[in-house]
């Protein structure tokens, strides 16, 4: 009930009556009071006036089921919503959640990971109210195979849900990474669980740092946050629906094909690496060329310095920018 109360409540910006909140919820008067009396613990500021009703007029910078079921928007994704002050890592919640049957639009969101985790086994900082740590389930009919696509649907799901929401042009450094003017303020993890040839469940996690202040000294000179690209502080919840919002659309974009057909252009305009020189650490040798772009598979194309094109399957290497671009 308090999650129908605040999405009243942020929908009206002047009063809404006692009457109307119990006849559109179904519920006495008291409940009502009950509920609002428990949002105002939870830092929210009610103005209550006699004959007038109640008006919200200051939100906190909470993940709280009520505070996210007012504002997300999407049809699926998060319809099952698990919101917790601290975890071990959002990724092995979902995972944990997928593995006892939960369907596909789970979503965990945390205040805090205790063992955040990045890609090749990094750690990923999580401190609380410091940005957005949060893992969905998703269980496509696929080949196991086109599953690695799914990171560069959650990259182009980032950037413009943080364009929608806080109107900060963000792009992506290929496979997934979202970043600012060069510097990263979004890692993306996927892990898979088949069975044979087919995928039991996907778990994409997905980290943004929003009010990140400070970092590790090493990570000064690539690492961001929206806050500091802004210069203002954010609440981390409109976020959060804008991006499950966009993820709904280029995930079904997706479906359609099983590959990259329906968004390769598009992803392509949000590529930071396009048209850049790379270099790719390859184990089988580094080398130079200009990034062209994706492929339907999402492979990075690549222009070496002979003149020939090289495919670049995400997972496989690294590719970086030279002179310190992205």
């Excluded at 560069?152 to 806080?166: E, F, K």
């Excluded at 609440?235 to 280029?250: D, G, H, L, N, W």
């Amino acid at each position: 009930m308090k999650a129908e109360i605040l999405k009243l409540l942020k929908a009206t910006p002047d009063f809404v009556s006692g009457q109307q909140l119990c006849e559109g919820l179904g519920v006495s008067r008291t409940a009502v009071w009950k509920a609002i009396r428990q949002l105002e613990e939870e830092g929210y500021v009610i103005e209550a006036v006699r004959n007038k009703g109640y008006r919200l007029t200051s939100s906190p910078d909470v993940l709280t089921a009520p505070e996210l079921k007012s504002v997300l928007t999407s049809r699926w994704l998060g319809g099952e919503l698990t919101c917790l002050y601290e975890t071990d890592s959002t990724n092995n919640q979902a995972r944990r959640l997928a593995e006892e049957g939960a369907p596909e639009g789970t979503m965990v969101v945390a205040d805090c990971q205790t063992a955040g985790k990045g890609r090749r086994g990094r750690n990923w900082a999580s401190p609380h109210g410091a940005g957005i740590w949060m893992s969905f389930v998703l269980r496509p009919a696929l080949a196991p195979v086109q599953a690695s696509m799914l990171t560069l649907v959650a990259g182009m799901a980032v950037v413009s849900g943080i364009r929608q929401a806080v109107g900060l042009e963000s792009m992506i450094k290929w496979p997934n990474d979202a970043v600012v003017r060069g510097k990263k303020i979004c890692g993306i993890l996927t892990e898979m669980s088949t069975e044979e040839d087919s995928i039991r469940h996907v778990v994409v996690g997905i980290g943004i740092n929003v009010n990140t202040k400070d970092f590790p000294e090493e990570l000064t000179p690539t690492a961001t946050s929206l806050s500091l690209e802004l210069g203002r502080p954010l609440k981390r919840a409109p976020v959060i629906a804008a991006v499950a919002e966009q993820f709904e659309t280029y995930y079904g974009r997706f479906l359609k094909k099983g590959d990259m057909t329906e968004l390769m252009e598009e992803y392509n305009r949000m590529l930071a690496n396009r048209d850049r020189e790379v270099c790719v650490l390859d184990p089988a040798g580094t080398y130079r060329g200009t990034a062209l772009g994706i492929d339907r598979e999402g492979s990075l194309l690549v222009k070496k310095e002979d003149g020939s094109l090289a495919s670049v399957i995400s997972g496989e290497v690294s590719v970086r920018g030279i002179y310190g671009y992205v």
